[in-house]
């Protein structure tokens, strides 16, 4: 309970703060007993968790708070012992397919015939208790991470238990999962909270916390906060805790070069050197670099993702930008496709430097 | 100890660097031969200062011997080839000995005479060795594989390859138990628990195959007079021991039965052997044995329930002395484990599921074997150089022995396709030798190596015109010996990655233009992809082609300036960087509170990408002072907050000292320094500064966190049972937090009886004794419990 | 009432309406008379061939075949004589070889005399692989001879979207039926008629059926689930909201029509500050690419006032984004690409 993210993360539906459309809905549906699937998607620090959670305390009680990871073993068809973690509650449990590898198809499987067929077993004793609610919640996060096989697995058994579970899949985006899946759940989308969401309730906190300002107009200074964050909820939390933790009294118009993270600067400055100093040295140069880039655990289609838009900043001319935008969904295509990241950081790089010696 | 009779050991581990170690061994051989530091423990600076003028010196040397005194010559050059770094032990000792002050201080005469002591008589043992190896006649073991035949034997017959740093660490760590196994005397207590052992019981040596991790580990113990147990995949590890089983059920418990038996591989005085010397387990392959699960069980519970009775054993010191024999009915352990492995980090099997060895890792000390590599760094300092070079002398001796007629430019080309795995070079060396019988540079040709391919790949035979060139590699490629390089994809990559690493080069000395990089990126894209795609790939030798047909030249320079210094490494470097973040971000993550992890959407990109970067500032905030009294109010809550995240986060803040350097650190554990901390040349700040700034802070900040952390435990079993009726019970709950040295605490009792007898009923009195650092008030009593609360109900 | 009885009803509110209202037998089906014709003549002379019913989703596959064999053998006789497998169910090598080949020899169960009054009650198994497209090669060729081993009392019924993913030995082994996408007024007329089963308020002011129908692409089922999703969210409201075209749509996740004049517009605007800014907002609201993909090409492609060389070029940006997104490529990247792409044509 000790950072902000934790300390300040809603609870039930009504303290969430923004979204309230989506909030009312979710409240209704909770409220009507009936549960339909839901998949619900949305980009990242945006508070999809954060209303699942809400929801299930709405209609579970606090006990959905009650979490316990369990190991689970699974044997595989080619006898091999299979090993994942699932966070439980009483009334939920949690899974992420990426710890299963190429298994996930079978372990889904299982796994959901498993709970429903004790939930089954136990329904007496259920039905006894002040719930009313005979199924238990599953949810799936990084659905979209899940192959083909597995939604394709998931599709059925989402209708044949559909009396005792209710799926609840968690994604950035839909595009990649599989139509049937798609049909059969209640889509719930969750837009980033806006400027204005993050900035209130960054004011909210820093009221709250006691921070010190040294002028009064604010408002700048959390939009500053918000928009290096992205509108991730999540990041500007962070971001803001530590520049209180850096600055006793914090001035709005100076010190917020501390929430730009190292590796940001890093491919801002790689930008720039591609602009200015288009040769075949700093083309080794950017090389080293990115392959400490990658060794700290930097995606590296984030990586080309952060140049894109650090190039497209600094680079005036709008035919090179449609050419950049160009090689970077190429690139990024290959980043998707191949495993040699390196291969192709450098050749986007290459290539955008060939593209703007063209245009000069 | 019985046993300590036979050895000898004088050794001041305080400083090794500097202080001479002499291990005389009697072995059954009956020769003695004594080393010093220098031999072990070359300082590495002193060899980097001249490499160059050295490694010259010695080459002349060598072709002289050759022609003149081949015989005489003999022993000197046997032992310049086990040991690596030839410097001293040349006949040019004597002028070393003159060279040793030139190093700046004055050194007095007893070192300086000391020191050429050592030097005869070093000299002296490499003749006796020599003339040993003499003896031994070559013809009898001829139809060995050579790499058993070479195994070596001696510390001295060692190939270091660049580990020299790691077989000090390895040396460091035994060094350390000989005062439990052999009753020595305690030196280094800083570095070592109570009883005078290293703090982690386990060692794990990992590194790739075939460098002499194992072969080390032997020959340490070995020195350090210690019987080897070993276990490994191979000696019915896996296999259940039955004859622990005996008469139950053998498939019942299988973890006990391997317990029982890792229990007593570690405390059977080796009853097999004829010496009486000590065991010292050594688990070889760990990582790949089939039960490895069970095993690292067993080792955990082994240094768990040890820790227990260390405890216990130390509770007990301060009251009575306790007898060694009590020792050994605890679980203490009192003897060295070693455990080897390939592989600590991923799962090379494919298993999912937890690795085995991320539950090793934290019990254990672990040393990290590099192959031999040479390069620059990026800085541009030079490394590697010397690990190479005792690769290839030991080849070249190797060579001499068997009379190969092999040149060094042929052994350099053999490593450099073996990849700097020793053993695979040896076996390369017979192997090939054995089929052409001449064993020249036909063997070479037989199988081309991805690394002449890439040669190839760069370079346009003058005599051809280019088509025609190309027509005989596409031909090469097709049916001709390239086929099995481009056929065979793990080794196709190589000759990819070998080529990537050096276009820029080459594009760099011709026209320095980004066209062709360009070009070059989408065949790369091409190759990524039809490789990734696990069909068979025969159009990836299209792209060989290609490289050539836009790279090469006619005479390609092979060694000159390079545009990246380490291009060779870098991708291999980064891969293992990467693997050890990716574990350190599972370890902190799997130490989150439940809560935390989902508030913070636990994956692992975010992790990395946003949340340690910011937690790592976070943690480090410029405090005004070390004091808490001066402290500002928003300073002060600083410090509460970092303590609470420090206890939800179960982080725990470490004194490291840096075994070669000397230099202690700040840190936090688990260390995610390595994951927020950039080098290069794009940074903001160079990372020296941020190590330097983050120490500074947190010199100020350790002290107050720890002291807040043990208020807040304080304060919480207080609160636990605020209404305790005992008043000792409750009193001495106080004073735990005053000081916790057990010295004091009898005073402390005696201070409590005469407050209870004499002042009751005086409020502050009590409070101030468990006052620290004038840190004030926990919480539990800024209630101002009295003496009347306690007793009057 | 009992707990059963309470329970079999919770278990009916919980059933999905697609199962709720799967026709019951041939004649329901809608909008495939062709193949419903030619089933009905078998069901009449009891002989069926192996067959292979292929198709978009959502045009009644799997009911048919359903339908089919409960009019063959009726309720009691099925549960002997009908095997359903899906790609939720194992379905690799080894079950070919064992669970599918067991229940292809047994020796056909007897039907009871009730049964055979009511029923055909032929004398053959049907084993339904639904799904088929998603079984693995090894799979499919060691059904082969299964089927032509067993063809005597076992009958296969393959179901697939895509037949260009059965192994060509399987496919002529089996006579196929297309199964195309239902007309209009079929699919409005079921629709209409679960509205009325169910009770629903619609919003009077737009054809919210039509709308539905729209935006599932003649996919029934899709149809029917949205109708339902829709229906439970205005359904868990405090005061009974009606269904409108915008619940339908949010549902859906089909992105708002505004939006996609908004993204026209800023493209035509060629300015690509405003275009990436504005492609940052769409992602940010977390719409799904892919959709807007495929709304915005509705959108161009049926403008009449492009003209076709410049819808060409939109066309082919087009593929290559969705092909792009299909190989798992960031979305953002990709809609700024296309977005930028376009405004270079137009």
Known sequence: ?360 | MATVDEFTMEVDSINLSESTLFTQERNDNDYDFQMTDSLLFAEPEKVQEQPGVIEEKEEDDEEEDDILTSHISQPFKEVKLFNGRTVKLKPKTKSATVQAPVQGSYMDMDTLFSKANLHNTIKENNRKLAEMEEHTPVASTSSQIWTEKYRPTKFLQLCSAGNDKQYRLVLHWLKKWSSVVFGEQVHDSDHSDGLGRPHRKILLIHGPPGIGKTAVVHILAKQMGYAIQELNAANSMDILPQSAANGSNPYANAASALKLKILNALTSNSLTSTTSKPSCLVIDEIDSLANANDVVKVLNDLVASDQKALNKKLKKASTEETSKKSKKKDVLLSRPIICIANEIYSNQNGKFGPNPMDKLRPIAEIVPFRKPQSGKTTTGQKFGGNAMKSVKDHLMWINEREKLGLDSRAIGDIVDTCDGDIRACINYIQFNAKKTGTANDSSMDKQISWYSMVDELFRREPQLKKDENFMFLLDKFMNGTGKSVVSNSSSFDRVIMGSFNRYLDTVHLQDDSLIRPSEFSDWLGFYDQISSSNKDNQYSGLVGLKIWSLFSQMNPQKNGAKLIPNARNLDFDSFEALKQNKATVKRITDKLPLQTQLSLGVNGDSMAGYFLPYMSKLLAPSLSSKIKSTLSETEQGWVRKIASIVKDFNLSLLNVKDIETGVVSLQISPNWDSLTLYENEFTLLPSATIVKQTQIRRQNLFPLISAELERHEISRKSQKRPNETEPEESAKKRFRGGNSVDFFKGKYQDMNTQIKSETPDDDFQPARIWVKYHEGFSNAVRKNIGWKDIWLP | ?346
């Open chain 3, 1 to 346: 009432m009992t707990t059963t009885d309470q329970y079999e009803e919770e278990r009916l509110h919980h059933t999905p309406w697609v199962e709720k209202y799967r026709p019951k037998n041939l004649d329901d089906v809608a909008s495939q008379e062709h193949a419903v014709a030619i089933l009905k003549r078998t069901l009449a002379t009891a002989n069926l061939p192996h067959m292979l019913f292929y198709g978009p989703p959502g045009t009644g596959k799997t009911s048919t075949i359903l339908a089919l064999s409960k009019q063959l053998f009726g309720p009691n006789l099925s549960k002997s004589r009908v095997l359903e497998l899906n790609a939720s169910d194992e379905r690799g090598i080894n079950i070919v070889r064992s669970k599918i080949k067991n229940f292809a020899r047994l020796t056909i169960s007897n039907p009871t005399p009730e049964d055979l009054a009511n029923y055909p009650c032929p004398p053959y198994k049907i084993i339904i692989l639904d799904e088929a497209d998603s079984m693995t090669n090894d799979a499919q060729s060691a059904l082969r001879r299964t089927m032509e081993t067993y063809s005597g009392m076992t009958r296969f019924c393959l179901i697939c979207n895509y037949i260009t993913r059965i192994i060509d030995p399987l496919a002529s082994r089996c006579s196929k039926f297309r199964f195309k996408l239902l007309n209009n007024d079929d699919g409005l007329n079921r629709l209409k008629y679960i509205a009325e089963q169910e009770d629903l308020t619609l919003d009077q002011e737009e054809p919210v059926l039509q709308q539905v129908l729209d935006i599932s692409g003649g996919d029934l089922r899709k149809a029917i689930t949205y109708l339902q999703s829709a229906s439970k969210l205005s359904n868990s409201y405090d005061e009974h909201q009606e269904i409108s075209g915008k619940l339908i749509r949010e549902t859906a996740g089909v992105l708002y029509e505004e939006i996609i004049d908004e993204l026209v517009n800023v493209i035509k605007g060629k300015n690509h500050t405003q275009i990436s800014n504005y492609v940052n907002e769409i992602i940010l609201q977390g719409w799904s690419i892919q959709q807007l993909i495929s709304q915005l090409h509705d959108k161009l492609i049926l403008d009449d006032s492009i003209d076709s060389l410049t819808k060409n070029q939109i066309a082919i940006n087009l593929f290559e984004t969705d092909k792009r997104l299909n190989n798992g490529s960031d979305e953002h990247i990709q809609l700024l690409n296309l977005s930028l792409q376009i405004s270079k044509v137009m």
């Open chain 1, 1 to 360: 309970m000790s950072l902000w993210v934790d300390k300040y993360r809603p609870k039930t539906l009504d303290q969430l703060l923004y979204h309230d459309s989506i909030t009312q809905s979710l409240k209704a549906l909770s409220k009507s007993g009936d549960f339909p699937h839901l998949l619900i998607y949305g980009p990242s620090g945006a508070g999809k968790k954060t209303r699942i959670y809400c929801t299930l305390n709405e209609i579970f009680g606090s006990s959905v708070e009650k979490l316990k990871i369990d190991v689970k073993t699974f044997v595989t068809s080619s006898n091999r012992k299979l090993e994942f973690n699932v966070l439980s509650s009483p009334y939920h449990l949690e899974i992420t397919p990426s710890d299963m590898g190429n298994n996930d198809r079978v372990v889904i499987q299982d796994l959901l015939k498993d709970i429903a067929s004790t939930e089954q077993v136990d329904f007496n004793n259920q039905s006894s208790s002040k719930t009313k609610h005979r199924f238990k919640i599953v949810i799936i996060n990084e659905a979209d991470s899940l192959s083909r096989d597995a939604q394709a697995a998931l599709r059925r058994t989402m209708e044949k238990y559909s009396s005792n579970i209710r799926l609840i899949l968690v994604c950035n985006s839909i595009s990649n999962i599989i139509a049937p899946i798609k049909s059969r759940t209640l889509l719930v989308r969750i837009p980033s909270p806006s400027i204005t969401d993050i900035n209130s309730i960054l004011s909210n906190i820093s009221v709250k916390e006691g921070i010190k300002f040294s002028s009064n107009d604010l408002e700048p200074f959390y939009t500053k906060v918000s928009t290096a964050s992205n509108r991730n909820l999540r990041r500007a939390l962070l971001s803001f805790e530590t520049l209180t933790m850096q600055n006793e009294t914090i001035k709005p118009e100076t010190n917020l070069s501390i929430i730009n993270l190292d590796w940001e600067v890093i491919i801002k400055n790689i930008a720039n050197n591609i602009k200015t100093a288009r040769n075949v040295a700093t083309l080794a140069k950017i090389r080293t670099v990115f392959y400490e880039l990658l060794s700290h655990c930097i995606p590296a289609r984030i990586i080309l993702k952060t140049l894109l838009f650090n190039l497209i900043e600094i680079i005036p001319d709008v035919r090179v930008v449609q050419e950049l935008v160009n090689l970077a969904s190429v690139f990024d295509e290959r980043l998707s496709l191949g495993q040699k990241s390196i291969f192709h950081l450098e050749g986007f790089v290459a290539k955008s430097m060939v593209t703007i010696d063209q245009y000069n």
